[in-house]
């Protein structure tokens, strides 16, 4: 597949590559090129491929009908960063089910992965080459350490000592041009992605005032710490997405700024199930209680945590009776076992709220 993505005619090579595999026929549909790419060429009916260009152009939009038209066997969306761009399909043979690969799915997404790929490539000879490096880094693994340092070489950018990611978050449309060496794209979904060398001269100061010019804009712009390795400049940007999506949250508006929710974010990229076993080890309780029950256990619980464990103030901004907010916070210690009242308890709970915010905002990037 990867061979496919490689050459001039990269779509049709990878069409071709998936229809070999499965044993029938695979139509790539991009919605942004026309017609869709097809293997076999011209397997498959004329009208058939309107009907495949609406689908695509469903999914594009964010509302793709279910199931598709009913030639279609299986399909996987295509994706550059968060955003639906086409879909690759695999079709039935004469209206049936012909037997394939065991491991159709997987075949199916590699070769969106690789259309991905041949997109960004793409953009980087027609446009802005920065834009698809960034843009590769944001949305799969991007080019090997190596590889990246030869990119960014080209593109007079030294990423050898690493770099500063800075994502910006919002509707506003802002001016995107370089800025003290760093590389700036967006990546689609309202946001822009920024990254600042560390080779540049104060490359901290660099940054801040990036994410300053961001929120002139309009827009809620996050920083992330320093990655002293090539390697790990996909995690800096990892990092400062998930920041500047938080920010954009009004339960964690100060996410930015708030050092517990960086190092919660760390054990995210490292280990994912680490967050998950926090949150549920502490709020998951809450939630199901507040699901079954129609309660508020977990809002009054994060309005408490908010305003420094204060019941009087927690009450007036619910607009509730301050032995009502007491009810409900002795409510959460039964649930959960920890107590809000307690230091103790009251750490992990607030971990756990900022576990799940992260969560949260991972799944929606």
């Avoid at 370089?178 to 700036?184: F, K, N, R, T, W």
């Amino acid at each position: 597949m990867s061979r496919a993505v490689a050459g001039d005619d990269g779509l049709e090579r990878v069409a071709r590559a998936a229809s070999d595999a499965l044993a029938r026929p695979v139509a790539i549909v991009l919605p942004s090129l026309g017609a869709p790419v097809v293997w076999p060429a011209d397997s498959i009916p004329e009208a058939l491929l309107g009907e495949l260009a609406q689908y695509a152009a469903a999914a594009s939009a964010g509302a793709p009908p279910s199931g598709g038209p009913a030639a279609v066997a299986d399909a996987v969306p295509i994706r550059i960063g968060s955003d639906v761009v086409g879909v690759v399909a695999a079709l039935r043979t004469n209206g049936t089910g012909v037997a394939t690969a065991a491991d159709e799915g997987g075949w199916l997404e590699a070769a969106a992965a690789a259309v991905a790929v041949t997109r960004l490539m793409d953009d980087g000879r027609r446009g802005d080459p920065g834009l698809a490096l960034v843009r590769a880094l944001v949305t799969g693994p991007g080019p090997d350490p190596a590889a990246l340092l030869a990119d960014g070489l080209r593109l007079g950018v030294d990423l050898g000592a690493g770099a500063i990611a800075v994502c910006a978050r919002g509707a506003a449309d802002p001016e995107l041009a370089d800025a003290d060496g760093a590389l700036i794209a967006n990546v689609g979904g309202d946001r822009v992605v920024a990254l600042v060398p560390l080779a540049t001269e104060h490359p901290e100061r660099a940054a801040a005032a990036l994410a300053d010019r961001f929120v002139v804009a309009g827009l809620e712009a996050a920083v992330s710490a320093p990655r002293r390795e090539p390697s790990l400049i996909r995690e800096a940007i990892r990092e400062a997405m998930l920041l500047a999506e938080l920010s954009c949250t009004p339960e964690a508006a100060l996410a930015g700024q708030d050092e517990t929710y960086r190092l919660l974010i760390g054990v995210l990229l490292r280990d994912p199930e680490e967050l998950e076993l926090l949150q549920s080890s502490t709020i998951t309780p809450l939630l199901a209680y507040d699901a079954e029950h129609d309660t508020e256990l977990l809002a009054t619980l994060g309005t408490f945590l908010a305003h420094h464990g204060s019941t009087t103030e927690t009450a007036e901004v619910m607009g509730l009776h301050r032995h009502t907010v007491g009810y409900r916070l002795s409510r959460v210690h039964e649930v959960s076992g920890l107590s809000p009242y307690e230091s103790d308890g009251r750490e992990r709970l607030g971990l756990g709220l900022k576990a799940a915010q992260i969560l949260a905002a991972a799944e929606r990037l």
